[in-house]
């Protein structure tokens, strides 16, 4: 698929809802177990999701936009939010995330953004040269994969449970 | 994590929704476009996961429980939705998906699952001996990793649109 500004924005406005209803009001060891050491519980996702609505993608925009090439990204915190979502229950997270994307959408659209915008050139301070509509494309699959980082680390909580059907499910050695 | 009945419940009553978020009035190529040849499109696990309700988890519960070890699942055709959902929309398929949930659930429900009960051993034509309850944490594995296939498959579609940022995206080459 081609970049489109509708179908990106399409994906964009789901996610908080999804995470809700994956999420919200779930057992403890369902949201804060993780993969194994160094890995990320479904809970710490979006804590990391919120730092990307705050220092990434419209931040990055804007700076394209005015800057193109000229200026480099702030490189992005990947671990953020383990001290960032420090005392904060699920449901407060989720709520933070959803005001964020919803504010970062009404920015997205004031942008006015046309083919030609989207064309823009931007420099990544390890990518190098990147265009808003690659900036753009990222923020949707950056959005889905966590998604399923999401739920591929709550069937691992079940890699034991399931017996001999591990065998059929690849998700539990992936 | 242990199998407990609350918790896989918990999981089990989301799906249908989590998936009306994701897919609901989705635009077709998101929907349809798959990951090649011989792979799911999201459209085509939405079916397969009907074809479940339909065959695979309540029924074999309930040959677990009536027939114990003494008699064989039925195989599951995985790949039943080609045929079955052939000229319907994806808002039929996901209404039709969420009103045998909610049944099975009532089903479930009315089984009165006890621990002992939970213990009981039935027969995989394939994989042998398995109990009630690896085959309940395994009907929740499935929605998930099915969700997880799901959003995998989106992800897939902007794999270069993206740019390169591809480099920072496994979820892309896997």
Chains 1, 2 share one sequence.
Not at 117 to 140: C, D, F, N, Y
Request: charged share 25%.
């Amino acid at each position: 698929m081609e970049f489109q500004l509708e179908h990106a924005k399409d994906i964009l406005r789901r996610t908080p809802a999804t995470l809700n209803l994956l999420l919200q009001d779930l057992s403890e060891p369902w949201l804060m177990n993780n993969e194994g050491p160094d890995t990320w519980s479904p809970y710490d996702v979006v804590g990391h999701l919120i730092h990307g609505e705050e220092t990434d993608w419209i931040p990055r925009a804007k700076i394209i936009l005015d800057d193109g090439e000229n200026r480099a990204f702030t490189p992005f915190n990947r671990e953020a939010m383990f001290e960032k979502s420090k005392g904060k229950s699920i449901g407060e997270l989720l709520k933070m995330f959803a005001q964020l994307r919803a504010e970062n959408l009404r920015q997205l659209d004031k942008l006015n953004l046309t083919p030609e915008l989207l064309a823009k050139r931007g420099l990544h301070p390890e990518l190098g040269i990147v265009t808003l509509s690659q900036l753009l494309s990222t923020w949707v699959v950056h959005d889905l994969s966590h998604i399923g980082q999401i739920v591929r680390v709550m069937c691992k909580q079940y890699g034991d449970a399931v017996g001999p059907w591990k065998a059929y499910l690849p998700v539990l050695t992936r």
